[in-house]
T-cell receptor
Framework: EAGVVQSPRYKIIEKKQPVAFWCNPI?????LYWYRQNLGQGPELLIR????????DSQLPKDRFSAERLKGVDSTLKIQPAELGDSAVYLC????????????FGPGTRLTVL | EDQVTQSPEALRLQEGESSSLNCSYT??????LFWYRQDPGKGPEFLFT???AGEEKEKERLKATLTKKESFLHITAPKPEDSATYLC??????????FGPGTRLSVLP
C-alpha cells in the first residue's frame, strides 16, 4: 500500500513569494491533516479535513495561508506571501476517520524562506 | 487547552543501557495517547496508541505505559538503530490533537 505522498520535498524561495505544497493521502483515508514542524519541536496542526470539509482550521494563519481539498482526496497548502518565519517542515498526514485513528505521515516538505 | 510535555529533551545511552522517556499531559478528555518515532528528514512513524490508564503495549525493545497524567516509553537494551526523536501526542474528545516537543534519543555502539 502506498503511503502519503508529498511534493516537493524541498523548496527555497525569497520572502514575499508564493509557494504551494501538494499532498496525496493514503487511498480511502477520509481525514487529512496539515502540520508545521519547526526545528526541534513537535508538529503543530494547521488544518484538518474530513473529506472535503475543513473541520478545524483554528491554527491556520488565514491572512497568508490557504488550503483546499478538492473532491476529498488530494490537498494543496498555499502561502502567499511567504515570510522568513514560515521556514519549517510542512507535514501532511491522513487517517481513516478522525483523530481517534492512527495518523500516517508523509515525508514532509522542507521550506526555506530567504 | 491540551498540553503535552516530554522529558528529557535529549538522552544519550550506551548500547544495551535501558531507560525510559516521559510524556506528561493535561487534556480535557483523553481519547488516546500516541507515540511516534521520527528519523531525521522523515515524517513521524506510528508506534503505539494507548486509550486508558493501566494499558501497556510492546513492540520489540519498546514498551509504552499509561497513567492518568503521564505515559512512559521504556526502551530495553537499545541498539544504535533505535536512535531517533520520539514524539508523544494526545487526542481529546473535542477532536483536538496535540504533539509534545519530543525526546531526541542517541544510542551509542
Amino acid at each position: 500500500e502506498a503511503g502519503v505522498v508529498q511534493s516537493p520535498r524541498y523548496k527555497i524561495i525569497e520572502k514575499k513569494q508564493p509557494v504551494a505544497f501538494w499532498c496525496n493521502p493514503i487511498s480511502g483515508h477520509n481525514t487529512l491533516y496539515w502540520y508545521r514542524q519547526n526545528l526541534g519541536q513537535g508538529p503543530e496542526l494547521l488544518i484538518r479535513y474530513e473529506n472535503e470539509e475543513a473541520v478545524d482550521d483554528s491554527q491556520l494563519p488565514k491572512d497568508r495561508f490557504s488550503a483546499e481539498r478538492l473532491k476529498g482526496v488530494d490537498s494543496t497548502l498555499k502561502i502567499q506571501p511567504a515570510e522568513l518565519g514560515d521556514s519549517a517542515v510542512y507535514l501532511c498526514a491522513s487517517s481513516p476517520s478522525g483523530v481517534r485513528d492512527t495518523q500516517y505521515f508523509g515525508p514532509g516538505t522542507r521550506l526555506t524562506v530567504l | 487547552e491540551d498540553q503535552v510535555t516530554q522529558s528529557p529533551e535529549a538522552l544519550r545511552l550506551q548500547e544495551g543501557e535501558s531507560s525510559s522517556l516521559n510524556c506528561s499531559y493535561t487534556v480535557s478528555g483523553l481519547r488516546g495517547l500516541f507515540w511516534y518515532r521520527q528519523d531525521p528528514g522523515k515524517g513521524p512513524e506510528f508506534l503505539f496508541t494507548l486509550y486508558s490508564a493501566g494499558e501497556e503495549k510492546e513492540k520489540e525493545r519498546l514498551k509504552a505505559t499509561l497513567t492518568k497524567k503521564e505515559s512512559f516509553l521504556h526502551i530495553t537494551a537499545p541498539k544504535p538503530e533505535d536512535s531517533a526523536t520520539y514524539l508523544c501526542a494526545v487526542g481529546d474528545y473535542g477532536q483536538n490533537f496535540v504533539f509534545g516537543p519530543g525526546t531526541r534519543l542517541s544510542v551509542l555502539p
